[in-house]
């Protein structure tokens, strides 16, 4: 089988060395952290394998895709909506951006002082570390913060194959026309990328599958209400970062089985903590796989991450798309209308969040809030001075990037923070 | 007279010790830099005394307009459309924005991590040494950066007086028709604001006072294509700024005077430089008054500046506003057009910034680009990477803030770059 995936890793010009080094980190990295962990359900056992082949036998499903001519798209951000790629029968996925990864060539073309996911993303393909990246027919960014709208057309200096969505700044009429116009626009480019018409039924076929995605990831959160948490917070995190890459029909039906699994434990009192243990909220910036820093410090301190107010996390999948409609132009403005709905930090005022923030945190009995920014982030880290005024229990916040330098300094944060909730 | 200014400074809430400091700090910084130079022009004696009543003599005349029930409308950016303040007899002023003051202040709001122009805004009036902006009645912010997108927020929570207006990340015909509306809402707001109705007339007689000021500021541009330069860029620099703060007429007057004088030194082939300096053009974020650091460097060097590609600059006065219009919905047609021409780094794409440094570089005969970046400042670090690779000339990539403690490393870099060109 190795030689097979070395074939394609081949082919799509990655560094081959490189990348062996890396799968061995971050094979590594997952023992340490995750198979670490006491009384996982043994539904995490398919996210272990998804784990473990995620640049294996997905990359090759995806290869295979392509060569049967499905449109393969990437994208960074949960505004690309992806029922739009499903109706042409292509494939949507997140490319990476989670590790600190060539760094030093990221920095030959964007500054220092830039976010780590925009650096990671930028320094995998730089370093011939993605192979997702290299299957991509399209790359799909927006215009969310400042650094990755500029860094696009930097990236697309280097890829020749970046699309820009426009985000407006504001929720006001005006801009959310403007928003319905760039979903439109998106399924034109489909449309033309893939030689197929955008039908109603294609719409249905797409929408289907996302919100039956988004209705699991729904279903997972609302069980980690639960007291004890029938799962820990690394293994929801990561069921999340896992649906921006796996197949969708299959992570659906995987992530119920799952869920069936945590019902069983909820019903019968069993869990990852014990009972009584604290119960922390995450909220900010996103954490990209394998980004398991803040919740292996937190869990590794003995509390349990019940929630991620994030765009890896409830902001991907709080609203459903509505697949009420008879024709695609009525589907694609109730869609805009769903995806501007997101209360990402990038809008000026964002004060749904504030408020979706304290009703995660009530709902999951949260006993404390922790705002986790990306440093250079400067959407989340500004509007955590919002967050930390509204937030109605107690708050902690915290900036950090991929590095590991800052380990202990945090751990001691989290442990005082701990102490006193 | 001092007794005067301190009685309105009092009743503005200025903390008066610290004002006091502050303006012995700005006036010998002005002895230094500015009264050192060699063979000034007569015509900055104006602006020299601009500076030394900066918050005195200028604040009086504000304070007076006030009192006469005209709107005082403060500003950060270019994208704020002067004449429709102008249209009903308001008075449209820059904040103050240029010095490190009240960081630690500031800090309690914004995160260290965020350009020196934003936490200095913070900074001036949570340390209660700005008198512009307690003589506000609006202050009209915008969506240019995350930065300032998302600290607007928060400095509204202070001043309880700020109003955004959206600028799009795109210039697309619904990108164009988002900003039109946004211009047409800032009219409606001029004239709550006011009590005046905005007409033709008073369209008319603000666009008559806008475009004979940026008149005069391209004909200071135009002159500094001699060599000799007839005027060094400290001091043009100044003119650049005082221009966000004067009154309009009076300013227009003054510069124009000035270039009567720097046209009789063309002619007679003098200048303050000796004919041959080398000579830089400045491209990048905007310079609010007082820094004047890298001109300084440069000056300070035996190099003359021959040219400010940025908003507190050329972008400020490149284009005209068309006064021929008939109704005030065609003025503001054509002038959310005109506003939205401005190369600003907040769009994407932006290439229109890279033809215009090279028609300037041309125009100006300079041997070399410094592309200037205030640390944090995202949308001009990034792009200077596009600005790097088209720039027909040598380069120099700057970031900085307004501390000293880089002033000796910068010295060194630009001499040596000044060796090289």
Redesign the interface.
Known sequence: MENQYETIWKELGLNLENHAGLLGVLSDAYTNIYMAQKNRPKGMEYFDFVVSEIHSLRIKEIYEAKESGRPIVGAFCIYVPEEIVLAVDGVCIGLCAGAEVGSEEAEK???R??CALIKGFMGFKLSGLCPYVELTDLIVGE?T???K??????FN?ITKKVY?M?????K?P??R??WE??VIRFREKMEALSGKRITVEGLQKGMALVNAKRKALQRLSALRNADPAPISGLDALLVNQVSFYDDPARFTRMTNELCDELEERVKSGSGVAAKGAKRLLVSGSPMAIPNWKLHAIVEGSGAVIVGEEACIGERNFRDMSDENFATVEEAIAKMAGRYLSIDC??F??NNERLDNINIMAGRLHADGVIHYSL??C??Y??????VEKSVDRPFLKI?TDYGMEDFGQLKTRVEAFLEII
Do not use: R
């Not at 709208?149 to 930097?154: L, N, R, T």
């Not at 426009?166 to 504001?170: A, F, G, S, T």
């Not at 880290?381 to 919002?386: D, Y």
């Open positions: 073309f964007i500054p002082n830039t215009t913060c400042d650094g709208k500029k860094a696009y057309e930097i200096e820009v426009e985000i407006p700044n504001m006001s005006k801009g026309e403007l116009s760039e930090a990038c000026t005022p440093q250079f400067t959407p880290m500004m509007e955590a001075f919002k900036e």
